[in-house]
């Protein structure tokens, strides 16, 4: 990674990418202008009740996110993107909706000068019933299952490629493929759209929706599973890596930076270095950094081993660690 685009310090670095604790305002504000091709990130979400990762009251959540949001539009490059991961939340004391994630959408839009490319909506299956007190208690709502992920962009044409992301046929759709003619006829359809022979054509995959349906269960993943091996807690609210992959392996190619200023366990800075993109991780918990260093050990690390690099990013002790390829990736403490 060119050092100009690398803070002083991080906690630790691996071959493509490193990871900071520290104030995502600040380190993004030593970033150089236009420099950052992908800025994905899952901030601390606006709920009632408050959380041991940190989150803010609903009247104010909005002007603390736009803080952000303006440095992330001075540091994407023109063709860049910002996915941002928003739940939803309930207002206190009554079951109806808070609006805050949709006044971050709109004033991202009015103030900042992002444009909406599209949104998303992220369905966890897995996701437990909440909140308890109008779903479980009283059952006068429904599951919260679903997440909006705003996908702004500088400007009006950011960099895309739908075809990295395409997704496995359907039974139906493979069978029409092998025999095109026993399925369907070219003709005009009453909606309008007219569908041809092209139609027939094996694309490799079919055009995801934007509806991703990523259930998240990581319970015996290789994080948590390190995690529980040494002792120490993972943190409580991570995403799936098929949900940043998606984003990534569509927006930036090989070699692009990818940010995320909400980094927790650093599930983005995992995949970007496995898709090849270099990559920057801020999260202000010192402890969600050494524990999120688990994402690149090689298999079959000791413990003893695990626990102490964990310890020495701990302590702001530099290491080194061999990856699976017997590379040296060096581990820089704070």
């Known amino acids: 990674m060119s050092a ?3 803070p002083a310090n991080p906690a630790y670095s691996t071959l493509l ?3 900071y604790v520290g104030d995502a305002i600040q380190l993004l504000a030593g970033l150089p202008d236009n420099s950052i091709n992908l800025v994905i990130t899952s901030p601390p979400f606006a709920l009632q009740r408050q959380k041991e990762y940190g989150n803010r009251d609903q009247a104010e959540y909005v002007d603390w996110l736009l803080d952000f949001g303006k440095l992330v539009y001075q540091k994407l490059r023109v063709d860049g993107s910002f996915v941002l991961d928003l739940g939803g939340a309930y207002r206190k004391g009554v079951p109806v909706r808070s609006l805050h994630q949709f006044r971050v959408l709109l004033r991202f839009c009015d103030e900042l000068n992002f444009h909406l490319a599209q949104e998303f909506f992220w369905h966890n299956s897995s996701k437990l019933p909440s909140p308890i007190e109008w779903v479980n208690k009283r059952k006068l709502r429904a599951k919260d299952t679903v997440n909006t992920l ?3 962009s500088r400007s009006e044409w950011p960099k895309a490629n739908v075809s990295n992301v395409l997704t496995e ?3 139906r759709m493979k069978k029409l493929l092998e025999d095109p003619g026993a399925f369907y006829t ?3 359809r009453p909606s309008g759209h007219e569908i041809g022979l092209a139609f027939a054509n094996d694309n490799g995959g079919a055009i995801p929706s934007n509806l991703l349906q990523i259930p998240n269960s990581e319970s015996n993943g290789v994080y948590l599973g390190a995690c529980k091996a040494v002792g120490v807690k993972g943190h409580p609210a991570r995403f799936p890596a098929k949900l940043p992959e998606f984003f990534i392996r569509m927006l930036t190619d090989p070699g692009d930076l ?3 200023i909400f980094a927790g366990s650093n599930t983005t800075g995992m995949v970007a270095e496995a898709e090849g993109r270099r ?5 202000l918990s010192r402890e969600y950094v050494a524990s999120s260093v688990f994402r690149f050990l090689p298999k079959g690390l000791s413990v003893g081993r695990m626990s102490e690099l964990y310890d020495n990013v701990l302590r702001g002790e530099p290491v080194f660690v061999e990856d699976e390829t017997g590379f040296q990736q060096r581990l820089l403490a704070v």
Do not use: Q
């Open 258 to 260: 990818v940010v995320d």
């Open 150 to 152: 705003w996908w702004f």
């Open 17 to 19: 990418g490193a990871s």
């Open 169 to 171: 046929y359907s039974a």
């Open 4 to 6: 100009t685009l690398i």
């Open 186 to 188: 070219p003709r005009e």
């Open 279 to 283: 990559w920057l991780a801020f999260e």
